[in-house]
């Protein structure tokens, strides 16, 4: 990758990484399903106009539109919910391990799905990733299923959702990656309107909470996807698993330090097992250092 594809990809982690720090502000005066609507829907208005003042148009076809459903469901809806959920029970750096755990299970459905073979060291990556999700989670869950068991778990089901979205999303190719992006949450925005109806609504947000909605729909939704389909383009998927590395960085550094958020031992384990995990997965660094001892 060049310069340029690096410097995105950074910046792509810290908009994403953030997006778990936002989340935990918002949740002071907002309830997660508000929380949601507003993220997809300011998103859904921001991209559309970006739509349109590149001169490109929106599908009309009901096809398209079932899948943009689909999508919207898969990428966002259902994952963007477990994990406000989840993070009114855990805090935002351990959310930001749990969701690294995504190409575990995206490796995982690909074989099932014929889109990709589970090879030796595939295989090995998912269990250590498992493994670091077991850490993560604690022994604890033997003994009790309590709400924070609860967190977690909806931080991993929301992962799982988001490998479903990568391989039904490779449908998309031949649309514009703008227009895919605004489809999508456009089409997250409806289904969440009848959701976001029965909450009580309050506009009188501090300008803190304000912020952090905006940095959350605009920056770590609207831009971000903006970014990820122009990376997918450029260096294709298998680069783009790298922001998987980063993005519990930036969380952790925005939670600890600025949310006086805690490190416990497990933690600092299970994102190691998960990052081996995702090497063993990737498996270019492996196969540079096959060659080098040969």
């Not at 918002?26 to 993220?39: G, H, N, Y």
């Not at 477990?82 to 993070?87: A, D, F, H, K, T």
């Not at 770590?220 to 298998?238: D, E, M, Q």
Request: a positive charge; charged letters at 10%.
């Amino acid at each position: 990758m060049r310069a340029k594809e690096w410097l995105l990809l950074v910046v792509l982690s810290i908009l994403w990484g953030s997006s778990f720090f936002f989340i935990k502000i918002i949740l002071q005066e907002l309830q997660p399903l508000s929380i949601v609507f507003a993220r997809v829907g300011l998103a859904a208005i921001a991209l559309t106009i970006v739509v349109y003042i590149k001169g490109q148009r929106i599908p009309a076809s009901p096809r398209i539109w079932g899948a943009f459903l689909v999508m919207g469901a898969l990428n966002n809806l259902i994952p963007f919910t477990l994990i406000v959920w989840g993070q009114t029970h855990i805090n935002s750096s351990l959310a930001a391990i749990l969701n690294a755990t995504t190409p575990v299970f995206t490796v995982v459905l690909a074989h099932f799905t014929h889109d990709q073979r589970l090879t030796l060291n595939r295989l090995l990556g998912v269990l250590l990733g498992l493994c670091g999700a077991i850490v993560l989670i604690g022994s604890e869950v033997l003994q009790e299923l309590n709400l924070h068991s609860l967190g977690q778990f909806a931080i991993l089901g929301a992962a799982i959702s988001y490998s479903f979205a990568g391989i039904y999303g490779r449908r998309f190719r031949k649309l514009s990656p703008v227009v895919t992006a605004a489809g999508m949450l456009m089409s997250t925005t409806i289904m969440m309107l009848p959701l976001a109806l029965l909450r009580d609504w309050s506009f009188r947000l501090s300008i803190v909470t304000w912020s952090a909605l905006l940095g959350l729909a605009l920056f770590s939704t609207a831009i971000a996807y903006l970014i990820y389909f122009y990376l997918l383009a450029a260096v294709g998927a298998t680069n783009l698993l790298l922001v998987t590395f980063l993005i519990p960085i930036s969380a952790l550094l925005l939670g600890v330090f600025i949310l006086n958020e805690q490190l416990t031992w497990n933690a600092i384990a299970g994102m190691a097992l998960i990052f081996v995990g995702i090497v063993a997965i990737d498996g270019r660094l492996l196969t540079k250092i096959s060659k080098r001892k040969s």
